[in-house]
């Protein structure tokens, strides 16, 4: 049973790894690569076949982050059993996009709202944005007050779910 | 003359206090750090001889205690204070404390930074240097009404800015009355929060404009002179992205002119120490005067590259009484440096600030290239502070060698563990407008399309997917005798 794993917002590709020694195979979406990965110079050298790249690598849980070919990769690895056990991320909740300070709440809960009205304004180094609801729907809850600080991902409003709500 | 410090704090963090003391260091000066605890384990506290920790409300508010700098001085017995930039740099208040505790400020004084640090005086101040100002209101502006009636004067478009404002906060751009009367409202409202002063005025808006800035050197004897300009015309939301000097829009005579003026400015108000002039070149060669920065600027490695002169060090020495020994004849400009301001900071996805822990770092060295930085390998980029984590820079015989040599030093700044614009910067520097030296300030925003990031191409997602797999533990779970690795060095040609 293969992992996935994603670049980027890219497909996701079905890979295995066969280990023998200090080489390996990788099956990529079926097809399989001789490859090996070996510390060289400060950094790390993939060979894929016969190709070899210089690299440098970060795994951070299933988080890996890549510098190569002049520039960094964030990749992901994805487990298809777990995934089919928990819940995937909805649009009901408006989240905060990069870490920073509540500047405006215009909503309560119990307001509707339309797609791209203005939820909340936040401040986040030195500029201001706009958090916008994402689809039409009525305000269930919201978690920020006016000068409350919040990290990236951060819950901001939350829209009541679409089938429980009144129209 | 008085003699050099003997030790100096630096009122600052990240890479401009480890770039300070590193010229502080050259010079036989002892440097002291001061520190809010999120940056206790950062490079700066490392590179000092001695740190004081700093407390604060806010991280920032730390670094903005002047009693708690002043105090730090007198326990270390520092006698002067660089205080970089942004932070008290132009804080004239700071410049008093510390004198009134004897202790030197290494820059100008409170005068010039007074005069110099308010939009609508500065501006009254150039004219009456000779510098030419932008058709614009002469003071504030009283009230929407009136913002419209000389917006109209001027013609439109019009820029509403705020007389205390910077970085583009408070500036709005207005291309007709209705708009003129939002942008009012607006700039009036963000300069009144941001610095509890809501003064707006109103000048004439370039379409085109390349931002060129006049470095400035001036001791407490009387010789003023320039160091040439800088080009910053690659910047995003007013912020700077990439600087150079020389400008590839200048010639001789230009430059002999804008120095000049630059140069009258800074005797007008009785400036000491390095300053900047910024000012903005219109398509047709002529030139006015933005403001004039009262510091040191973040992108003063562009000229200490070109000129081979270490701004910091004649900071220093100008502090100390000690007078310039060299004239403007001696200033000479050697070959093309181009710095990039590296920013925590997804470039793909709107420009969201990126947080994260810093889990490898590698900075690229070579001929002609310089970082300034202030990380370290497993620091926490936090939001705390500006975004901005290193500046990569790379001198060139011509510019096309600084380009050349700035996108390798750049494909070579390893930061993994968060997000970093420095691909973004690469694509940058490999346009062909940039390489042509056609740049102004709306460049970024005009070439948006070009500039985003291609898809990668399918062998390099390949070879990227296969190594991200050999690298991840997830696989060698399952296996029976699991190979980490730090294990497979063994596998050595």
Redesign the interface.
């Known amino acids: 049973m293969a992992?996935e794993?994603t670049?980027?917002e890219?497909n996701a590709?079905a890979?295995?790894?066969a280990?023998h020694?200090?080489?390996?195979t990788?099956t990529?979406d079926g097809r399989d690569?001789h490859?090996?990965?070996?510390?060289a110079g400060?950094?790390?050298e993939?060979t894929?076949e016969d190709?070899t790249?210089p690299?440098?690598?970060?795994?951070?849980g299933?988080q890996?982050?890549?510098?190569?070919?002049?520039?960094?990769?964030?990749?992901a690895?994805v487990?298809p059993v777990e995934r089919s056990r928990g819940g995937g991320p909805s649009d009901d909740v408006a989240a905060a996009?990069?870490?920073?300070t509540v500047i405006r709440v215009d909503v309560a809960p119990g307001a509707a709202v339309s797609a791209g009205q203005v939820l909340v304004v936040i401040e986040?180094?030195?500029?201001q944005s706009e958090i916008t609801a994402v689809r039409d729907g009525v305000v269930e809850q919201v978690f920020v007050a006016v000068d409350a600080t919040f990290?990236?991902g951060a819950p901001l409003v939350a829209l009541a779910p679409l089938d429980t709500e009144e129209e | 003359m008085s003699a050099l410090p003997e030790k100096v704090l630096v009122a600052n963090r990240g890479e401009i206090a480890v770039r300070i003391m590193r010229t502080l260091r050259r010079m036989g000066i002892a440097s002291v750090a001061v520190y809010h605890r999120e940056d206790a384990g950062g490079r700066a506290v490392r590179e000092a001889d001695e740190a004081v920790e700093l407390f604060g409300d806010t991280p920032v508010g730390a670094y903005l205690d002047i009693e708690a700098i002043v105090e730090a001085c007198r326990s270390t017995g520092a006698t002067a204070v660089h205080p970089g930039f942004g932070f008290l740099s132009e804080n004239a208040a700071f410049a008093e404390a510390l004198a009134a505790a004897e202790i030197t400020f290494i820059g100008p004084p409170p005068s010039a930074m007074r005069s110099m640090g308010d939009k609508i005086e500065s501006k009254r101040l150039a004219a009456q240097a000779g510098v030419p100002t932008l058709p614009g209101s002469p003071d504030a502006v009283a009230d929407v009404d009136e913002a419209v009636q000389i917006a109209e004067q001027i013609g439109f478009p019009v820029l509403l800015k705020a007389s205390a404002g910077g970085?583009g906060?408070g500036m709005r751009i207005a291309n007709d009355a209705a708009e003129c009367r939002e942008a009012f409202e607006r700039a009036s409202a963000e300069a009144a929060a941001s610095f509890g002063d809501g003064r707006v005025f109103v000048e004439r808006f370039i379409g085109r404009p390349r931002h060129v800035e006049v470095q400035v050197l001036a001791d407490a004897h009387g010789t003023v002179l320039h160091l040439g300009e800088r080009e910053c015309s690659i910047q995003r939301?007013y912020q700077k992205v990439i600087e150079e000097c020389p400008s590839p829009a200048i010639d001789p005579e230009t430059r002999e002119a804008m120095g000049a003026t630059a140069v009258a400015l800074a005797v007008a108000v009785g400036y000491v120490s390095a300053g900047t002039v910024e000012m903005i070149l219109d398509e047709d060669g002529s030139f006015y005067f933005l403001e004039m920065n009262t510091r040191l600027q973040v992108e003063h490695p562009v000229t200490e590259l070109v000129t081979g002169i270490d701004i910091v060090a004649e900071q220093v020495r100008i502090a100390a009484g000690e007078p310039l020994d060299y004239g403007q004849a001696d200033v000479r400009m050697d070959g093309w440096a181009i710095e990039a301001r590296v920013y925590a900071e997804d470039a793909d996805?709107?420009f969201?600030?990126?947080?994260g822990r810093l889990?490898?770092v590698?900075f690229p060295a070579g001929d002609g290239v310089r970082v300034d930085h202030g990380v370290v390998e497993g620091q926490q980029v936090?939001?705390s502070f500006?975004?901005m984590i290193a500046k990569v820079a790379a001198h060139g015989a011509t510019r096309a060698e600084a380009i050349a040599r700035l996108r390798d030093a750049?494909?070579?700044t390893?930061?993994?563990?968060t997000?970093?614009n420095?691909?973004y910067l690469?694509r940058v520097l490999a346009h062909p407008d940039f390489g042509a030296g056609a740049t102004h300030t709306n460049f970024l925003a005009q070439h948006a399309d070009a500039l985003a990031a291609p898809?990668?191409p399918e062998d390099?997602?390949?070879?990227?997917?296969?190594?991200?797999?050999?690298?991840?533990?997830?696989?060698?779970a399952r296996?029976a005798a699991p190979?980490p690795?730090?294990s497979?060095?063994?596998?050595?040609n």
Do not use: Q
Not at chain 1, 55 to 60: A, P, S
Not at chain 1, 64 to 75: I, P, T
Not at chain 2, 460 to 476: G, I, Y
């Open positions: 992992f794993i670049l980027g890219g590709h890979v295995d790894v280990r020694g200090g080489r390996a990788v990529i690569h490859a090996a990965l070996r510390p400060d950094g790390y993939l894929l190709r790249e690299l440098w690598i970060v795994v951070d299933d890996v982050l890549v510098h190569a070919f002049g520039r960094s990769w964030a990749l690895i487990d996009p990069m870490p920073g986040s180094m030195k500029m990290d990236r | 970085g906060k939301r996805h709107g969201v600030p990126a947080i889990g490898l590698r936090s939001a500006d975004p750049l494909r070579r390893v930061l993994l563990g997000v970093t420095t691909a690469e898809p990668p390099v997602e390949r070879c990227l997917v296969a190594a991200a797999a050999l690298a991840s533990p997830r696989f060698d296996l190979e690795l730090a497979m060095g063994g596998w050595r």
